[in-house]
């Protein structure tokens, strides 16, 4: 079968809106980064082949297949709210059919948050920025999670709509968008079908992998104390603990180009079952750094804010 004809057949039945479980046959047009997060989202039900070999990765995805994949894949319903008539795609959007397949993932997405233009054509396609700011609102949705307080440089952000742009940073940031070797993020750039199942495999990757962690609420004091003009001793200080067993451990430095030396560091507790000196303590760790950087600390698998003491002693 030539790709022009399997284009033709991208219906929104086929596309997205057929949502069987996964069967025995695989994608034979699939990359090798490709391959796994789309069988994926395949034997979840959230998205089907145009026949049993070919997914067509290349393919344009168009405004409602794109909310679709990401209200089914996220799981966006309103099963907890309450209203004196069943909502209607036409309460909100004025170019969606109340009976269109798509209908009530538009109105999921709406009752969400998810920010979509209320006369959105549901047939046209839809960027790589617009796509990115609707995950980024999916995520939000499930939760409050860590977000790693850094900016991200993207050579193409003069392109960028202002009002995404936050939702790109953290895209990339949460390692669901990887940016090439250009470091270009294409934010007109339509979004194609490989991208838009990728994109929502990741993440869901994300929620789940973050709702199997919870997240650490402790505090991690930063001081700093002048060596020198040209170097800081730097302090992380957990704050004093009712006995002994508990630890801090600097993983490593990252030095920002806003200035920031970002300290990442480890927390170690006591064994339930361990004998520990009853005794206050105040677990430590430090490292030097160049007073040039402006040290803040921040777990190894999660940001926080740090309160910044200096102090010269």
Same mark, same amino acid.
């Given at each position: 079968m030539s790709v022009k004809k399997i284009v033709t057949l991208l219906s929104a039945t086929a596309l997205l809106g057929s949502l069987t479980a996964g069967s025995a046959f695989a994608f034979d047009d699939l990359n090798q980064d490709q391959k796994a997060p789309i069988l994926a989202l395949k034997d979840r039900g959230v998205v089907s082949g145009v026949d049993g070999k070919h997914f067509v990765p290349t393919g344009k995805v168009s405004y409602a297949q794109a909310v679709h994949m990401l209200v089914k894949g996220l799981d966006l319903h309103i099963n907890t709210l309450r209203f004196p008539k069943v909502p209607q795609a036409s309460d909100y959007f004025t170019n969606i059919p109340n009976n269109a397949w798509y209908a009530q993932s538009f109105v999921k997405a709406h009752l969400n948050g998810l920010p979509i233009p209320k006369d959105v054509d549901p047939n046209g396609t839809i960027t790589r920025e617009q796509f990115a700011d609707l995950v980024i609102h999916a995520?939000?949705?499930?939760?409050?999670?860590?977000?790693?307080?850094?900016?991200? @440089?993207?050579?193409?952000? $003069? #392109?960028?709509?202002?009002?995404?742009?936050?939702?790109?940073?953290?895209?990339?940031?949460?390692?669901?968008?990887?940016?090439?070797?250009?470091?270009?993020?294409?934010?007109?750039? #339509?979004?194609?079908?490989?991208?838009?199942?990728?994109? *929502?495999?990741?993440? @869901?990757?994300?929620?789940?992998?973050?709702?199997?962690?919870?997240?650490?609420?402790?505090?991690?004091? *930063?001081?700093? #104390?002048?060596?020198?003009?040209?170097? $800081?001793?730097?302090?992380?200080?957990?704050?004093?603990?009712?006995?002994?067993?508990?630890?801090?451990?600097i993983d490593g430095i990252r030095f920002e180009q806003d200035g920031r030396a970002v300290i990442t560091y480890s927390l170690t507790d006591p064994k339930p079952d361990s004998m520990n000196a009853t *005794? @206050?303590?105040?677990?430590?760790?430090?490292?030097?750094?160049?007073?040039?950087?402006?040290?803040?600390?921040?777990?190894?698998?999660?940001?926080?804010?740090?309160?910044?003491?200096?102090?010269?002693?």
């Open positions: 995520i939000d949705t499930k939760g409050t999670f860590p977000v790693i307080k850094m900016l991200i @440089i993207i050579e193409d952000g $003069n #392109e960028i709509d202002p009002k995404f742009h936050e939702s790109l940073q953290r895209i990339v940031l949460h390692q669901i968008v990887k940016l090439g070797e250009d470091r270009k993020f294409y934010p007109k750039r #339509e979004l194609t079908r490989g991208e838009a199942a990728v994109w *929502v495999y990741k993440a @869901i990757r994300f929620v789940e992998s973050h709702a199997e962690r919870p997240v650490e609420q402790e505090q991690v004091t *930063v001081t700093v #104390e002048k060596v020198s003009d040209d170097v $800081n001793k730097v302090i992380l200080s957990r704050g004093q603990k009712p006995t002994a067993g508990y630890g801090i451990t *005794v @206050i303590t105040e677990p430590k760790a430090e490292t030097y750094v160049s007073s040039k950087y402006k040290p803040v600390a921040e777990p190894s698998w999660f940001s926080t804010d740090t309160v910044v003491e200096e102090a010269d002693k």
